[in-house]
């Protein structure tokens, strides 16, 4: 999600954009690390505006959080998990989510697409991976225990109170997921000229 510090006049995406292109140079935003999925989208928001803004990168979104609860770094794209309570107390203000639909957690935020910007998204995910020679039985039976256990009302509850929201694809769609996941990162990657570190 793209959020910012309260400091920060911009109420929407487009007023942030508008201030950011007003005042080159003066703009930066945090995230937990450098090739993490927020620093992703940061850089492809960047990227695709055309947008005279610095990546400012923490060892873990929690420093980044404290950066721009802060205000030393304006402006944060993070996941959704550590930044909802500091929307209660208000010192945080979010302005849009970065994934296709908007957040269980957080309904009233429109995402980028609503907001004007439908070409940058980047929704993260977590997914059960397994050797390249796996049999196709062992998958079938991995695939049907996890499906259970996703759809179990606790788990599933849980998993949704922490910002995730439970998709059970089938294996084929899950690898077509990540092949379309590295063409598009890889482009802003090489773009960005993001380094290993």
Known sequence: MLSVNPSVPAKTVQELVALIRANPGKYSFATGGVGTQPHLVGEQLRLSLGLDLVHVPFPGGGPAVASLIAGHTPIGVNVVTPIVPHLKDGTLRVLAVASKTRSQLLPDVPTLAEAGYPDIEGDSWVGVLVPARTPKPIITALHRTIVKVLALPD?????????????????????????????TWGEVIRAANIKGQ
């Open 155 to 183: 788990l599933k509850d849980l998993l949704t109170a922490l910002g995730y929201e439970v998709v059970a694809s089938t294996p084929e769609e899950f690898a077509k997921r990540i092949r379309l996941e590295i063409e």
